[in-house]
């Protein structure tokens, strides 16, 4: 079956760790985005990448950092920088050509800090 | 920049009731619409989709009509069923740009 995988579905980080959340899709899809999502606030953009090894800040990058090395994978990170990192991550994609303009989402990362 | 503003929840109906959630958007030119449906726990569907003025979009019992002249892209379902309890997403994507802009969610819960 084709779609996106993230794992894990819950994370828990410590004080002044950074953690790594992953997204993969088998879709073929060009594009990748990573969303947070606080509650009441509706989803905001992270990072997103159009093409292998190339990426871009979304609006609020401060304190995550990615990785765009293969098509079907883009990892992301939430540094010790993050200092509110508390949060439901989605990671999504979309197809270069018609249709392009539909984003698909993946199930979603818990992160929680003890 | 472009932005999307949707009805604050949340929403409690009885089963069978009409569904309306109201979304008004700003943008230049002709974005894309969409609303998204995220069930408890989960990364959200597309439920449905118009990409130029006067489309309609259609699925599962839900309709939206985008609507240049008001900005507008409202949900609206004849008879919800419980199973419709989610959280309802309006998004935009600028022509040529397929980044997405959200509403911040409207809570809708359907009783028996």
């Known amino acids: 079956d084709g779609g996106i995988t993230q794992s894990p579905k819950y994370l828990f980080r410590k004080e002044g760790q950074n953690v790594t959340l992953s997204c993969e899709q088998n879709?073929?899809?060009?594009?990748m985005y990573w969303y947070r999502q606080d509650p009441g606030q509706g989803l905001r953009l992270i990072y997103y990448s159009q093409i292998v090894n190339d990426f871009q800040k979304g609006d609020i990058a401060e304190g995550y950092s990615v990785s765009r090395e293969k098509k079907e994978s883009f990892p992301l990170t939430v540094t010790s920088a993050q200092k509110n990192p508390t949060a439901f991550y989605l990671c999504?994609?979309?197809?270069?050509?018609?249709?392009?303009?539909?984003?698909?989402f993946g199930p979603g990362t818990r992160l929680l800090v003890l | 920049g472009d932005s999307v503003t949707q009805m604050e929840g949340p929403v409690t109906l009885s089963e069978e009731a009409f569904l309306t959630i109201n979304c008004t958007y700003t943008?230049?030119?002709?974005?894309?619409l969409f609303w998204y449906v995220q069930y408890p726990g989960e990364g959200l569907q597309l439920l449905l989709k118009?990409?130029?003025?006067?489309d309609k979009g259609s699925n599962k019992g839900f309709e939206a009509t985008y609507r240049k002249e008001t900005t507008s892209f409202h949900l609206e379902k004849g008879s919800v069923q419980v199973s419709d309890s989610a959280v309802y997403f309006c998004a935009l994507s600028p022509l040529n740009d397929y980044k997405l802009s959200f509403g911040a969610g409207t809570t809708v819960t359907v009783r028996a």
């Open positions: 943008a230049t030119g002709y974005p894309s």
């Open positions: 879709l073929n899809h060009d594009a």
């Open positions: 118009a990409t130029k003025a006067d």
């Open positions: 999504a994609s979309n197809v270069a050509g018609g249709n392009q303009e539909t984003q698909y």
